[in-house]
C-alpha cells in the first residue's frame, strides 16, 4: 500500500496524447520520464518517480515544503516546469539525507535539537539549509533565520531550527576544516 | 495544483528565442514569455490569462551575465544581490534585489521579471474559484473593474522592487524582436494602466539592462514597505539619488514602486537648487504626498502606504544629503 | 530548583529518586524519521489505482439548491463516481449537540466554498473538467455576513440550521453570574468597561488536509486521514456512511501540523469514502491551500466586551465578559467555545465576582472552531489588557499586581473549579527576573517598551463530550519474545511529541531503553479508544492510562523474576533492563529473562491502562462542565519590543515565556511546545487575519494570510515552571495550548510601555500603530498650543 505506484493513475503514463519524454537528473541518477509539457517538477518528482520526501504545501511558492537544489540552489519545486528542469542536477531530501552513520550532519542535527515536530517542513528546511552551510560555513543566526525566511515552519517557531543550523554548521567544520569555504557571508 | 495545458518552447539562445516568437506571432498565437517562472507560474495556477505556449528562457545561458555597465534580463536576483561588481558600482541595485521576495524564490526569479511583473490586487491574484464567486475583473475575463468599479481602467498595482532604483540611474533597456534590437530609456517605458502596463511588441524580448554611468557623488538608496521581512512584495517602495553641491541640491532624482500600475519616476520634484536642509526634506515629503495615489487593491490601507510613501521621501533625503 | 519541592509534595515518586527518563531532554523518537525525509504522511501513501476526488464548491454565500444537474459529469470518459448531498444527508459533527454539517450541501449552500458535489475521476484534470460539466442551479438568499444580521429575527428559510436560538441566526447563548457583579462596580476603586475586536484567525498546518479513502473487496472501509481524532472521525463514518463501527478502519499517517485545525470529523473524508463506495476504488482528495482556507475551523471572530472592577483593596472585585462569537456555517466545537471565552477567565487571578454572557452566532462564512488555547485567547487578551490599564493608572507595578491578584494554589475558583498545584506567581518572579523587568518597565526610551502578562488553561476536559462512559484514553502494552514492548494508543501523534511521551514514558516504568518501544498509534482497528488530540488532555490522559498499563507490565515481569530468582517480587526494580533486588542489587536478572519467564503460563504479556476523569467536582450551576479540568497549567510571559517610529512597525526582540507545565515529562519537547505557542499567539498579535471582502475570504493563501517569519520571530526564552501535579502523571500537565495565552497581551501591554498607546483590537499591525501615534502626536501639539494660549 506505502510503496506501490501512483498518485494519479495517468501521470507518467507514456501513452497519454501530451505527454512527452524527458529525461531528469536526480540525486545523481537520470530517469527517462513522460510528462506533459506543463507538468510541474514537484509533481513529477512525487508522483511519477515516487520521491515523496518533498512535500507539497502551498503550490504557489509560499511556505518551501517543497525545496528542491537545482544545480546547488534551493528553489521551490511547485514553481519549477519539470521540462526546464532537464539537464540540470537536482537534488532532494533523499539523495542528500542518508540514514545511518552517514546521516548529513544537518538530519542529525536536527533530530538533536527538535528542529522538527510535526516535520512537514522539515525536507524544504534542510534542502535550503543545505545551500546556506555549502556557501557558508559561519552564518550567524541572524543570517540563518534571512536564509530560511522561505521557508515556512508553523510548529517551532524556529529557534530550535537556528539551534540545528548553528550545530550542524559547527560539526561540519570541525569535520572538514580544509574544505569549508573560509569566509562566512558567502558568494556565488 | 496542475497547470492549464499549453505548449512549451525551449530556446537555447535569444536568436532562436525570437525566431520562434516571431513565428508564434505570424500564426496569430497568444504566448508568454517565461523567465524564472515565479510570477507566471503562479498566476498561470490560479488561471489567469493563460495561453497556450510559453517560451521558457531557462536554457538561453547569454542573458544572465552581469557586466560593467549592463545586466542580463535573464540574471537571477540573488545572483544580482550578490553580486560584487553590483554591490560596489551600484549598492542599491543590490540592496532592492536582496529585499526581493524570499531566498528559493530569489534563486529562480530574474532581473527582466522582476522589471516586467504582472501587476497585482486582491480581485485579480486569485483562483479562478474566487474570481468566479466574486465576478471576474478588467484585468482577467471580466469587464469591470473591481477596485474602482468603471470599464476603462486597471488600477492593479505595480510591484516590483527593482524599477524605482534602475528608474533613478535612468537605465536603458534593450529588446530584441523580429525586426533588430532596440533601446527604451526606463523612464518612457512604463506608461498606461495594470492590463497595457508598457508599450512591448508580444515577440520582443527583454534581453538587457544598460546602466548609464552616474557621477560619483550621486547617493543613492531604497525604503521598502512591506507587512513582513520576507516573501512580501513591497506596498511602497521609494528610490532615490540625491547629488548636492555647496549645500544645495544639484541632483535629485526620486522613483515610486507599490503605488500605482506603473513604477513611477518623479524627477526632482522641482526641488532642484533647494537648501539643503529640513525645510526641502519637508518639501521632498508634501511633493510625494501631492503625487501618490494608492488604492485599496495590496495590503495595508491605501492612506498608510502613501503615507509612508512621503516619509520615506523624507527619510531618504534627510539620510543621503547627511543631515540625518 | 525542582529536586526539593518535588520531595516535599510526592516522596513516593520514585522516577525522579532513580534518575530515570522522566525528566531528560531527550529527542522525538521520530526526529530521524522527519529529518532525513522517510516519514510517510497522508498524501506520500500510493495505493495502486488510486482516483482523484475533486469537490465542487459554492460560489453563494447564502443560497436554495434548486438542482443539481450531474449527467454531463457521470457520462464523462475517466470519471468513476459523481456524489451529491441527497445521497448522504445524515448529518455529523464533533460535538453531539451540534450535528448540522453533512458530506455535501443537501437543500441549501451557507458559504462560498461549501462542496455541492463531488467527483472520483482518473485524474486531476479529469476530475476538474467534470466538475465544470455539473450544472446547479441557485436560488441566492439574503447572507448573513455580520452579527447584528444574524442576531435578527428572520423567516425559518433565512436560517443558516434549522435549531437556532429564537429564531435567529444565533446558534447558542450562555450565562452565568456570581456574586455581586454590579454592587462592586458600584463600589469600585477603579473600572473600565472596553469594547475588543478579534478577526479570525487559522491554524494554517503545513501539511494541507488530505483524506485517501478505499471501500474494500471485503466491503470493510479504510480511511487515511491528517486527523487529530481518528475516533471522532470513525464514529462520523459509521453514522454518515451507515456502516458499523467495526467495518471501518480509521488510520493516521503523520501529520503535518493540527493545532485544532483538524480535530474535527470534515465533509471531504465523508465524500472521499462515499464516493469510494460508489466505485469500489480508492479515491483521494488532497485540499489546495485555498480549500483549507474555506474548511477552517479557525479561531472565531469576536467582539468582546469586558468590564473589570477593582477595589480599594485594590485586587479584582468583579469581571464582567459579553463575548459574541462568529460560528461561520456550522456548529463545530462552537458550544465549547461559547462557554470558554467566559469560563476560563477566572483564573489565575481570583474574582469573586463574575458575570459572563456568551452568545455564538451562525454566519455564512467558512466555520469557525477549536484552535490551540481553544476559546480563551481573546478573552485572555481584553482581561490581561485591562489589568495593565488598572495597574497603570493605580500606580502599580503591573507584575506585582497580578502577584498580588494571583489565585493560591489548593483552591476552587468562584465557578467551582479544582485548582491544584498552581505556578503563577513563580511563573511572573521567573519571567520578570530573567528580563530584567525592574530595570526596564517603564524606563526604557519612547519606541521600546516591555509588557506582562498571565495566562491559565485546562490539561483536558474532565468528562468528555460523549456521555456512554468509555474511558477517555486506553493504552494497550504487548511485550513478547523479542523483549519489545508495543505501545498501543490513539493519541495522533501530530507533532507534538505524544508518541515519545507513551515511550517515555513506558521505557521509564520498565527501566528499558526508550528504542525497545515502539509505538502503534496509527489505526483505530488496532489501538484501544483515545479521544485525540486535543483539548491538551494527551500528556495528563494518556500518560497515566500508559503509566498504569506500564505499572501492570513491570508486575507482571517482576513476577517473572521473582520465579528465577525465589526473590519475593517486592524486593525488585527494573532498571538498566535489568530485575534488580533492591535489597541485594548483586542478583540481576536481564528484563528479556524475566518477561520470558513471566510469559511461561500465558504467552505474551498484555496489560491495559486507563484514564476516566478526575473524580466528581464542579457546580451544579447551568454550564457547570464546561471549563472543567483534572489540572490547570499556568504562566505568564514578558515580552520586549520596539516600534519603529518611522513606519509604525513593531518588532518584538525577545519573550520570556514561563510555564507551569507541572513537570516536564522531556523539557526539550517542553521548549517545544512554549516556542511554537509564542510563534503563533506573536502572530495573531501582529499580523494574522482572516479577512473576508464580503462573503469571500480575501487572503486564502501564505502570501497574504500573514505568518511571522523567521525574520520577525523573536528570541523566546522558555522557562519551565514545574509545581508537580498530584493528579498528572509524574507531575506533568498540559504545556501545547496555555503558552500561547499571554503572548497577545503581553505584545499589547508592552506597545504601551513603549509608545503610551492602548491597542484593542487584532491585529496590531504597523498601519494601526502608526495612525495612533500621528494621533498621539497631533493630540499633543493641540495640547501645547492650548498650553501656549493660555
Redesign the interface.
Request: proline letters at 5%.
Given at each position: 500500500m506505502t510503496t506501490a505506484s501512483r498518485s494519479d493513475s495517468r501521470r507518467g503514463d507514456p501513452a497519454r496524447p501530451d505527454n512527452r519524454l524527458l529525461r531528469l537528473r536526480v540525486n545523481g541518477t537520470v530517469h527517462s520520464v513522460a510528462a506533459p509539457p506543463h507538468a510541474i517538477l514537484l509533481d513529477v518528482l512525487r508522483d511519477v518517480l515516487g520521491l515523496v520526501g518533498t512535500k507539497r504545501g502551498c503550490d504557489m511558492g509560499t511556505c518551501g515544503c517543497c525545496n528542491v537544489l537545482i544545480d546547488g540552489r534551493a528553489v521551490m519545486s511547485c514553481l519549477v516546469l519539470a521540462h526546464d528542469a532537464q539537464g540540470k542536477d537536482i537534488q532532494t531530501i533523499e539523495g542528500l539525507a542518508f540514514d545511518g552513520p552517514d546521516m548529513h550532519p544537518l538530519s542529525k542535527a536536527w533530530a538533536e535539537c527538535g528542529g522538527s515536530q510535526c516535520g512537514f517542513c522539515t525536507p524544504g528546511f534542510i534542502v535550503t539549509c543545505h545551500e546556506l552551510l555549502a556557501n557558508e560555513a559561519a552564518p550567524s543566526r541572524t543570517r540563518i533565520a534571512e536564509a530560511i525566511s522561505g521557508n515556512v515552519c508553523r510548529c517551532t517557531g524556529y529557534k530550535k531550527i537556528l539551534d540545528a543550523v548553528e550545530l550542524a554548521a559547527a560539526r561540519i567544520r570541525e569535520a572538514e576544516p580544509a574544505s569549508a569555504p573560509a569566509k562566512s557571508g558567502g558568494s556565488k | 495544483?496542475?497547470?492549464?495545458?499549453?505548449?512549451?518552447h525551449?530556446p537555447t539562445t535569444v536568436d532562436e528565442a525570437i525566431e520562434l516568437a516571431t513565428q508564434l506571432r505570424k500564426d496569430g498565437v497568444a504566448f508568454d514569455w517565461?523567465a524564472g517562472?515565479?510570477d507566471v507560474?503562479?498566476n498561470?495556477?490560479n488561471r489567469l490569462n493563460a495561453r497556450d505556449h510559453?517560451i521558457?528562457l531557462?536554457?538561453v545561458d547569454e542573458l544572465t551575465s552581469i557586466g560593467k555597465n549592463s545586466i542580463g534580463a535573464l540574471a537571477r536576483i540573488?545572483?544580482v544581490a550578490?553580486n560584487?561588481r553590483v554591490q560596489s558600482d551600484w549598492p542599491t541595485i543590490a540592496k532592492a534585489a536582496s529585499l526581493i521576495?524570499?531566498?528559493?524564490?530569489r534563486?529562480?526569479g530574474t532581473v527582466g521579471g522582476n522589471l516586467l511583473l504582472d501587476t497585482r490586487c486582491?480581485y485579480f491574484n486569485?483562483?479562478e474559484?474566487?474570481r468566479?464567486?466574486?465576478g471576474y475583473c478588467l484585468k482577467a475575463d471580466g469587464d469591470v473593474c473591481l477596485v474602482v468599479p468603471q470599464k476603462e481602467t486597471c488600477y492593479a498595482t505595480y510591484s516590483g522592487d527593482l524599477a524605482p532604483i534602475l528608474l533613478v540611474l535612468d537605465v536603458e533597456l534593450e529588446f530584441r524582436g523580429s525586426n533588430g534590437a532596440r533601446r527604451v530609456p526606463l523612464r518612457s517605458f512604463f506608461e498606461y494602466d495594470g492590463i497595457r502596463r508598457f508599450e512591448k511588441a508580444p515577440d520582443e524580448l527583454l534581453v538587457r539592462v544598460f546602466v548609464p554611468s552616474t557621477d560619483k557623488a550621486l547617493r543613492t538608496d531604497y525604503l521598502k514597505?512591506r507587512?513582513?521581512?520576507?516573501?512580501?512584495y513591497p506596498v511602497m517602495g521609494v528610490a532615490m539619488g540625491l547629488r548636492t553641491k555647496g549645500g544645495t541640491v544639484a541632483d535629485l532624482r526620486v522613483a515610486v514602486t507599490g503605488s500605482e500600475a506603473v513604477p513611477l519616476y518623479y524627477g526632482d520634484l522641482g526641488l532642484g537648487g533647494a537648501t539643503v536642509d529640513e525645510a526641502t526634506a519637508d518639501a521632498v515629503q508634501a511633493a510625494l504626498l501631492d503625487r501618490i495615489t494608492c488604492y485599496r487593491n495590496v495590503?495595508?490601507?491605501p492612506g498608510?502606504r502613501k503615507?509612508?510613501g512621503g516619509?520615506f521621501g523624507r527619510?531618504l533625503f534627510l539620510d543621503l544629503s547627511g543631515k540625518a | 530548583m525542582r529536586s526539593d519541592r518535588h520531595e516535599k509534595l510526592h516522596p513516593h515518586d520514585d522516577a525522579v529518586q532513580r534518575h530515570g527518563l522522566i525528566g531528560k531532554r531527550i529527542p522525538l523518537i521520530d526526529a530521524q524519521r522527519k529529518s532525513t525525509g522517510q516519514e510517510l504522511y497522508t498524501d506520500d501513501l500510493r495505493p495502486a489505482d488510486c482516483l482523484v476526488g475533486k469537490i465542487l464548491r459554492s460560489p453563494h454565500s447564502h443560497a436554495k439548491i434548486v438542482s443539481i444537474d450531474t449527467r454531463a459529469a457521470e457520462a464523462m470518459p475517466g470519471v468513476h463516481a459523481v456524489l451529491t448531498g441527497k445521497e448522504a444527508p445524515n448529518s455529523f459533527g464533533v460535538l453531539p449537540v451540534s450535528q448540522d454539517e453533512t458530506a455535501l450541501a443537501v437543500d441549501k449552500v451557507i458559504f462560498i466554498g461549501d462542496g455541492v458535489a463531488a467527483v472520483a475521476a482518473d485524474d486531476e484534470e479529469t476530475a476538474l473538467a467534470a466538475l465544470r460539466l455539473i450544472r446547479v442551479e441557485y436560488e441566492p438568499l439574503r447572507a448573513f455576513l455580520d452579527f447584528a444580521d444574524s442576531l435578527e429575527e428572520v423567516p425559518e428559510e433565512l436560517r443558516i440550521h434549522k435549531k437556532t436560538v429564537d429564531g435567529t441566526n444565533l446558534h447558542k447563548q450562555v450565562r452565568q453570574e456570581f456574586g455581586d457583579v454590579d454592587g462592586e462596580f458600584d463600589r469600585a476603586l477603579w473600572k473600565k468597561r472596553m469594547s475588543f475586536r478579534f478577526p479570525g484567525v487559522q491554524h494554517a498546518f503545513t501539511e494541507p488536509l488530505i483524506t485517501i479513502a478505499h471501500y474494500d473487496a471485503d466491503d470493510r472501509m479504510t480511511v487515511w486521514s491528517a486527523q487529530q481524532v481518528p475516533h471522532y472521525l470513525h464514529r462520523a463514518l459509521a453514522k454518515v456512511l451507515e456502516m458499523p463501527m467495526h467495518k471501518i478502519r480509521v488510520i493516521r499517517k503523520a501529520v503535518g501540523g493540527g493545532f485544532g485545525g483538524k480535530s474535527d470529523p470534515f465533509p471531504h473524508e465523508m465524500v472521499a469514502a462515499l464516493l469510494s463506495r460508489k466505485c469500489r476504488k480508492p479515491v483521494r482528495i488532497l485540499f489546495d491551500r485555498e480549500e483549507v482556507f474555506y474548511n477552517n475551523h479557525g479561531r472565531h471572530p469576536s467582539k468582546i466586551d469586558v468590564g473589570l472592577a477593582i477595589g480599594k483593596d485594590k485586587k479584582v472585585a468583579a469581571l464582567d465578559i459579553d463575548a459574541l462569537i462568529d460560528g461561520g456555517a456550522w456548529g463545530s466545537f462552537g458550544v465549547v467555545t461559547t462557554y470558554y471565552n467566559g469560563v476560563l477567565a477566572n483564573g489565575p487571578y481570583r474574582v469573586d465576582n463574575f458575570r459572563y454572557r456568551g452568545r455564538r452566532i451562525y454566519s455564512n462564512r467558512p466555520a469557525s472552531g477549536a484552535m490551540r488555547g481553544h476559546g480563551a485567547v481573546n478573552t485572555r487578551f481584553a482581561y490581561e489588557v485591562l489589568l495593565d490599564e488598572a495597574a497603570f493608572d493605580l500606580g502599580l507595578d503591573p507584575a506585582q499586581f497580578r502577584i498580588d491578584n494571583a489565585l493560591p494554589a489548593y483552591t476552587k475558583t468562584i465557578n467551582e473549579f479544582r485548582i491544584t498545584t498552581n505556578g503563577i506567581v513563580e511563573c511572573i518572579e521567573r519571567a520578570c527576573a530573567m528580563a530584567g523587568w525592574k530595570d526596564k518597565y517603564g524606563k526604557m526610551p519612547f519606541g521600546r517598551g516591555i509588557g506582562i502578562a498571565g495566562g491559565f488553561y485546562i490539561s483536558g476536559s474532565a468528562l468528555p463530550i460523549h456521555w456512554d462512559g468509555i474511558p477517555q484514553s486506553t493504552v494497550h502494552l504487548k511485550a513478547d519474545f523479542d523483549g519489545g514492548i508495543t505501545i498501543h494508543s490513539l493519541a495522533a501523534e501530530i507533532g507534538q511529541g505524544s508518541d515519545t511521551m507513551l515511550a517515555q514514558i513506558s521505557a521509564d516504568v520498565l527501566g528499558v531503553p526508550i528504542d525497545q518501544c515502539r509505538v502503534y498509534s496509527d489505526s483505530t482497528d488496532t489501538a484501544p479508544i483515545d479521544i485525540g488530540s486535543y483539548s491538551s488532555r494527551v500528556t495528563f490522559m494518556a500518560g497515566n492510562a500508559v503509566r498504569r498499563a506500564a505499572e501492570e507490565m513491570r508486575r507482571l515481569v517482576i513476577g517473572g523474576a521473582a520465579d528465577l530468582t525465589g526473590y519475593p517480587p517486592e524486593v525488585f526494580v527494573l532498571e538498566d533492563a535489568h530485575a534488580i533486588n533492591a535489597t541485594n542489587r548483586e542478583v540481576r536478572v536481564p528484563f528479556v529473562e524475566a518477561l520470558r519467564r513471566a510469559m511461561k503460563d500465558r504467552g505474551a504479556l498484555q496489560t491495559t491502562g486507563c484514564y476516566s476523569g478526575p473524580p466528581p467536582m464542579g457546580g451544579q450551576h447551568k454550564g457547570a462542565a464546561a471549563g472543567l479540568s483534572p489540572t490547570y497549567s499556568f504562566q505568564a510571559f514578558v515580552v520586549e519590543l520596539e516600534v519603529d517610529l518611522l513606519t509604525g512597525k513593531p518588532k518584538v526582540h525577545e519573550v520570556w515565556a514561563a510555564h507551569d507545565c507541572g513537570r516536564a515529562l522531556n523539557p526539550l519537547a517542553v521548549e517545544a511546545q512554549i516556542e511554537g505557542c509564542v510563534h503563533m499567539g506573536l502572530g495573531q498579535a501582529l499580523c494574522e487575519s482572516f479577512d473576508y471582502n464580503k462573503g469571500n475570504v480575501e487572503n486564502p493563501n501564505f502570501l497574504d494570510y500573514r505568518m511571522l517569519s523567521s525574520t520577525e520571530t523573536p528570541d523566546i526564552h522558555a522557562i519551565l515552571v514545574e509545581t508537580y501535579d498530584p493528579e498528572g502523571p509524574f507531575g506533568a500537565k498540559e504545556c501545547g495550548e496555555g503558552p500561547l495565552l499571554p503572548a497577545l497581551p503581553a505584545v499589547a501591554n508592552a506597545l504601551h510601555d513603549a509608545i503610551g498607546i492602548r491597542f484593542y483590537e487584532m491585529p496590531i499591525t504597523a498601519d494601526k500603530i502608526w495612525r495612533a501615534l500621528q494621533k498621539q502626536k497631533k493630540a499633543a501639539a493641540g495640547s501645547a498650543t492650548q498650553g501656549a494660549a493660555k
Amino acid at each position: 500500500m506505502t510503496t506501490a505506484s501512483r498518485s494519479d493513475s495517468r501521470r507518467g503514463d507514456p501513452a497519454r496524447p501530451d505527454n512527452r519524454l524527458l529525461r531528469l537528473r536526480v540525486n545523481g541518477t537520470v530517469h527517462s520520464v513522460a510528462a506533459p509539457p506543463h507538468a510541474i517538477l514537484l509533481d513529477v518528482l512525487r508522483d511519477v518517480l515516487g520521491l515523496v520526501g518533498t512535500k507539497r504545501g502551498c503550490d504557489m511558492g509560499t511556505c518551501g515544503c517543497c525545496n528542491v537544489l537545482i544545480d546547488g540552489r534551493a528553489v521551490m519545486s511547485c514553481l519549477v516546469l519539470a521540462h526546464d528542469a532537464q539537464g540540470k542536477d537536482i537534488q532532494t531530501i533523499e539523495g542528500l539525507a542518508f540514514d545511518g552513520p552517514d546521516m548529513h550532519p544537518l538530519s542529525k542535527a536536527w533530530a538533536e535539537c527538535g528542529g522538527s515536530q510535526c516535520g512537514f517542513c522539515t525536507p524544504g528546511f534542510i534542502v535550503t539549509c543545505h545551500e546556506l552551510l555549502a556557501n557558508e560555513a559561519a552564518p550567524s543566526r541572524t543570517r540563518i533565520a534571512e536564509a530560511i525566511s522561505g521557508n515556512v515552519c508553523r510548529c517551532t517557531g524556529y529557534k530550535k531550527i537556528l539551534d540545528a543550523v548553528e550545530l550542524a554548521a559547527a560539526r561540519i567544520r570541525e569535520a572538514e576544516p580544509a574544505s569549508a569555504p573560509a569566509k562566512s557571508g558567502g558568494s556565488k | 495544483m496542475i497547470l492549464p495545458p499549453f505548449e512549451l518552447h525551449q530556446p537555447t539562445t535569444v536568436d532562436e528565442a525570437i525566431e520562434l516568437a516571431t513565428q508564434l506571432r505570424k500564426d496569430g498565437v497568444a504566448f508568454d514569455w517565461m523567465a524564472g517562472g515565479t510570477d507566471v507560474l503562479p498566476n498561470y495556477k490560479n488561471r489567469l490569462n493563460a495561453r497556450d505556449h510559453v517560451i521558457a528562457l531557462g536554457r538561453v545561458d547569454e542573458l544572465t551575465s552581469i557586466g560593467k555597465n549592463s545586466i542580463g534580463a535573464l540574471a537571477r536576483i540573488e545572483d544580482v544581490a550578490r553580486n560584487s561588481r553590483v554591490q560596489s558600482d551600484w549598492p542599491t541595485i543590490a540592496k532592492a534585489a536582496s529585499l526581493i521576495s524570499s531566498p528559493p524564490l530569489r534563486n529562480l526569479g530574474t532581473v527582466g521579471g522582476n522589471l516586467l511583473l504582472d501587476t497585482r490586487c486582491y480581485y485579480f491574484n486569485q483562483s479562478e474559484f474566487w474570481r468566479d464567486s466574486k465576478g471576474y475583473c478588467l484585468k482577467a475575463d471580466g469587464d469591470v473593474c473591481l477596485v474602482v468599479p468603471q470599464k476603462e481602467t486597471c488600477y492593479a498595482t505595480y510591484s516590483g522592487d527593482l524599477a524605482p532604483i534602475l528608474l533613478v540611474l535612468d537605465v536603458e533597456l534593450e529588446f530584441r524582436g523580429s525586426n533588430g534590437a532596440r533601446r527604451v530609456p526606463l523612464r518612457s517605458f512604463f506608461e498606461y494602466d495594470g492590463i497595457r502596463r508598457f508599450e512591448k511588441a508580444p515577440d520582443e524580448l527583454l534581453v538587457r539592462v544598460f546602466v548609464p554611468s552616474t557621477d560619483k557623488a550621486l547617493r543613492t538608496d531604497y525604503l521598502k514597505l512591506r507587512a513582513r521581512d520576507t516573501i512580501e512584495y513591497p506596498v511602497m517602495g521609494v528610490a532615490m539619488g540625491l547629488r548636492t553641491k555647496g549645500g544645495t541640491v544639484a541632483d535629485l532624482r526620486v522613483a515610486v514602486t507599490g503605488s500605482e500600475a506603473v513604477p513611477l519616476y518623479y524627477g526632482d520634484l522641482g526641488l532642484g537648487g533647494a537648501t539643503v536642509d529640513e525645510a526641502t526634506a519637508d518639501a521632498v515629503q508634501a511633493a510625494l504626498l501631492d503625487r501618490i495615489t494608492c488604492y485599496r487593491n495590496v495590503p495595508f490601507p491605501p492612506g498608510y502606504r502613501k503615507a509612508m510613501g512621503g516619509e520615506f521621501g523624507r527619510k531618504l533625503f534627510l539620510d543621503l544629503s547627511g543631515k540625518a | 530548583m525542582r529536586s526539593d519541592r518535588h520531595e516535599k509534595l510526592h516522596p513516593h515518586d520514585d522516577a525522579v529518586q532513580r534518575h530515570g527518563l522522566i525528566g531528560k531532554r531527550i529527542p522525538l523518537i521520530d526526529a530521524q524519521r522527519k529529518s532525513t525525509g522517510q516519514e510517510l504522511y497522508t498524501d506520500d501513501l500510493r495505493p495502486a489505482d488510486c482516483l482523484v476526488g475533486k469537490i465542487l464548491r459554492s460560489p453563494h454565500s447564502h443560497a436554495k439548491i434548486v438542482s443539481i444537474d450531474t449527467r454531463a459529469a457521470e457520462a464523462m470518459p475517466g470519471v468513476h463516481a459523481v456524489l451529491t448531498g441527497k445521497e448522504a444527508p445524515n448529518s455529523f459533527g464533533v460535538l453531539p449537540v451540534s450535528q448540522d454539517e453533512t458530506a455535501l450541501a443537501v437543500d441549501k449552500v451557507i458559504f462560498i466554498g461549501d462542496g455541492v458535489a463531488a467527483v472520483a475521476a482518473d485524474d486531476e484534470e479529469t476530475a476538474l473538467a467534470a466538475l465544470r460539466l455539473i450544472r446547479v442551479e441557485y436560488e441566492p438568499l439574503r447572507a448573513f455576513l455580520d452579527f447584528a444580521d444574524s442576531l435578527e429575527e428572520v423567516p425559518e428559510e433565512l436560517r443558516i440550521h434549522k435549531k437556532t436560538v429564537d429564531g435567529t441566526n444565533l446558534h447558542k447563548q450562555v450565562r452565568q453570574e456570581f456574586g455581586d457583579v454590579d454592587g462592586e462596580f458600584d463600589r469600585a476603586l477603579w473600572k473600565k468597561r472596553m469594547s475588543f475586536r478579534f478577526p479570525g484567525v487559522q491554524h494554517a498546518f503545513t501539511e494541507p488536509l488530505i483524506t485517501i479513502a478505499h471501500y474494500d473487496a471485503d466491503d470493510r472501509m479504510t480511511v487515511w486521514s491528517a486527523q487529530q481524532v481518528p475516533h471522532y472521525l470513525h464514529r462520523a463514518l459509521a453514522k454518515v456512511l451507515e456502516m458499523p463501527m467495526h467495518k471501518i478502519r480509521v488510520i493516521r499517517k503523520a501529520v503535518g501540523g493540527g493545532f485544532g485545525g483538524k480535530s474535527d470529523p470534515f465533509p471531504h473524508e465523508m465524500v472521499a469514502a462515499l464516493l469510494s463506495r460508489k466505485c469500489r476504488k480508492p479515491v483521494r482528495i488532497l485540499f489546495d491551500r485555498e480549500e483549507v482556507f474555506y474548511n477552517n475551523h479557525g479561531r472565531h471572530p469576536s467582539k468582546i466586551d469586558v468590564g473589570l472592577a477593582i477595589g480599594k483593596d485594590k485586587k479584582v472585585a468583579a469581571l464582567d465578559i459579553d463575548a459574541l462569537i462568529d460560528g461561520g456555517a456550522w456548529g463545530s466545537f462552537g458550544v465549547v467555545t461559547t462557554y470558554y471565552n467566559g469560563v476560563l477567565a477566572n483564573g489565575p487571578y481570583r474574582v469573586d465576582n463574575f458575570r459572563y454572557r456568551g452568545r455564538r452566532i451562525y454566519s455564512n462564512r467558512p466555520a469557525s472552531g477549536a484552535m490551540r488555547g481553544h476559546g480563551a485567547v481573546n478573552t485572555r487578551f481584553a482581561y490581561e489588557v485591562l489589568l495593565d490599564e488598572a495597574a497603570f493608572d493605580l500606580g502599580l507595578d503591573p507584575a506585582q499586581f497580578r502577584i498580588d491578584n494571583a489565585l493560591p494554589a489548593y483552591t476552587k475558583t468562584i465557578n467551582e473549579f479544582r485548582i491544584t498545584t498552581n505556578g503563577i506567581v513563580e511563573c511572573i518572579e521567573r519571567a520578570c527576573a530573567m528580563a530584567g523587568w525592574k530595570d526596564k518597565y517603564g524606563k526604557m526610551p519612547f519606541g521600546r517598551g516591555i509588557g506582562i502578562a498571565g495566562g491559565f488553561y485546562i490539561s483536558g476536559s474532565a468528562l468528555p463530550i460523549h456521555w456512554d462512559g468509555i474511558p477517555q484514553s486506553t493504552v494497550h502494552l504487548k511485550a513478547d519474545f523479542d523483549g519489545g514492548i508495543t505501545i498501543h494508543s490513539l493519541a495522533a501523534e501530530i507533532g507534538q511529541g505524544s508518541d515519545t511521551m507513551l515511550a517515555q514514558i513506558s521505557a521509564d516504568v520498565l527501566g528499558v531503553p526508550i528504542d525497545q518501544c515502539r509505538v502503534y498509534s496509527d489505526s483505530t482497528d488496532t489501538a484501544p479508544i483515545d479521544i485525540g488530540s486535543y483539548s491538551s488532555r494527551v500528556t495528563f490522559m494518556a500518560g497515566n492510562a500508559v503509566r498504569r498499563a506500564a505499572e501492570e507490565m513491570r508486575r507482571l515481569v517482576i513476577g517473572g523474576a521473582a520465579d528465577l530468582t525465589g526473590y519475593p517480587p517486592e524486593v525488585f526494580v527494573l532498571e538498566d533492563a535489568h530485575a534488580i533486588n533492591a535489597t541485594n542489587r548483586e542478583v540481576r536478572v536481564p528484563f528479556v529473562e524475566a518477561l520470558r519467564r513471566a510469559m511461561k503460563d500465558r504467552g505474551a504479556l498484555q496489560t491495559t491502562g486507563c484514564y476516566s476523569g478526575p473524580p466528581p467536582m464542579g457546580g451544579q450551576h447551568k454550564g457547570a462542565a464546561a471549563g472543567l479540568s483534572p489540572t490547570y497549567s499556568f504562566q505568564a510571559f514578558v515580552v520586549e519590543l520596539e516600534v519603529d517610529l518611522l513606519t509604525g512597525k513593531p518588532k518584538v526582540h525577545e519573550v520570556w515565556a514561563a510555564h507551569d507545565c507541572g513537570r516536564a515529562l522531556n523539557p526539550l519537547a517542553v521548549e517545544a511546545q512554549i516556542e511554537g505557542c509564542v510563534h503563533m499567539g506573536l502572530g495573531q498579535a501582529l499580523c494574522e487575519s482572516f479577512d473576508y471582502n464580503k462573503g469571500n475570504v480575501e487572503n486564502p493563501n501564505f502570501l497574504d494570510y500573514r505568518m511571522l517569519s523567521s525574520t520577525e520571530t523573536p528570541d523566546i526564552h522558555a522557562i519551565l515552571v514545574e509545581t508537580y501535579d498530584p493528579e498528572g502523571p509524574f507531575g506533568a500537565k498540559e504545556c501545547g495550548e496555555g503558552p500561547l495565552l499571554p503572548a497577545l497581551p503581553a505584545v499589547a501591554n508592552a506597545l504601551h510601555d513603549a509608545i503610551g498607546i492602548r491597542f484593542y483590537e487584532m491585529p496590531i499591525t504597523a498601519d494601526k500603530i502608526w495612525r495612533a501615534l500621528q494621533k498621539q502626536k497631533k493630540a499633543a501639539a493641540g495640547s501645547a498650543t492650548q498650553g501656549a494660549a493660555k
